[in-house]
T-cell receptor, first 114, second 116 residues
Framework: DTGVSQDPRHKITKRGQNVTFRCDPISEHNRLYWYRQTLGQGPEFLTYFQNEAQLEKSRLLSDRFSAERPKGSFSTLEIQRTEQGDSAMYLC????????????FGPGTRLLVL | AQSVTQLDSHVSVSEGTPVLLRCNYSSSYSPSLFWYVQHPNKGLQLLLKYTSAATLVKGINGFEAEFKKSETSFHLTKPSAHMSDAAEYFCVVSLGLTGGGNKLTFGTGTQLKVEL
């Protein structure tokens, strides 16, 4: 399967702990995105990478959130000092360079903060 | 700002009857529009996309959508519903970002229920 993969699929943590999620995009895609989806809502944009450069961050991405894509391939999203409000599905998507704006999504990481 | 409004949060149809999921968009120029589907515990899957070519767009699994600029609508239809179509459907508009990337703005979703 050459789709977008995410790890872990599920994460339960206690409030105040740090968590890190990983996303592996489709191999030839140089653009990578993170979104967050809360229950009953559509996904909301968090941040965007072109290769290793983080080019855009949403105001939803508080100082406790940091994302990296060090070698322009996989990406990590870290949440420090988790809060119950961080409970959500974290989605990763990727797309290729060019005019086609289609983004291909991974299965997501579901985070529950107790 | 670009946005989409999905007019129904829940739609229920009988198997074999037509499906209509409504979406209106707001954009200062001709946008790129998408419909994605999300089955329980599965990732978002692209159904179809409009990118200023043909206004009637055909997608996977028999779905299609028509871009109507005069009505600012992009409704999703299917002639005959199947049980496997039961899922959450999102209407999505794309906004360009720095460096040639794009941000997808999702509607709030329409939950489609298909009954026997």
């Amino acid at each position: 399967d050459t789709g977008v993969s995410q790890d872990p699929r599920h994460k339960i943590t206690k409030r105040g702990q740090n968590v890190t999620f990983r996303c592996d995009p489709i191999s030839e895609h140089n653009r990578l995105y993170w979104y967050r989806q809360t229950l009953g809502q559509g996904p909301e944009f968090l941040t965007y990478f072109q290769n290793e450069a983080q080019l855009e961050k949403s105001r939803l991405l508080s100082d406790r959130f940091s994302a990296e894509r060090p070698k322009g391939s996989f990406s990590t999203l870290e949440i420090q000092r988790t809060e119950q409000g961080d409970s959500a599905m974290y989605l990763c998507a990727s797309r290729e360079t060019g005019f086609d704006e289609t983004q291909y999504f991974g299965p997501g990481t579901r985070l529950l903060v107790l | 700002a670009q946005s989409v409004t999905q007019l129904d949060s829940h739609v229920s149809v009988s198997e074999g009857t037509p499906v209509l999921l409504r979406c209106n968009y707001s954009s200062s120029y001709s946008p790129s529009l998408f419909w994605y589907v999300q089955h329980p515990n599965k990732g978002l899957q692209l159904l179809l996309k409009y990118t200023s070519a043909a206004t009637l767009v055909k997608g996977i699994n028999g779905f299609e959508a028509e871009f109507k600029k005069s009505e600012t609508s992009f409704h999703l239809t299917k002639p005959s519903a199947h049980m496997s179509d039961a899922a959450e459907y999102f209407c999505v508009v794309s906004l360009g970002l720095t460096g040639g990337g794009n941000k997808l703005t999702f509607g709030t979703g329409t939950q489609l229920k298909v009954e026997l």
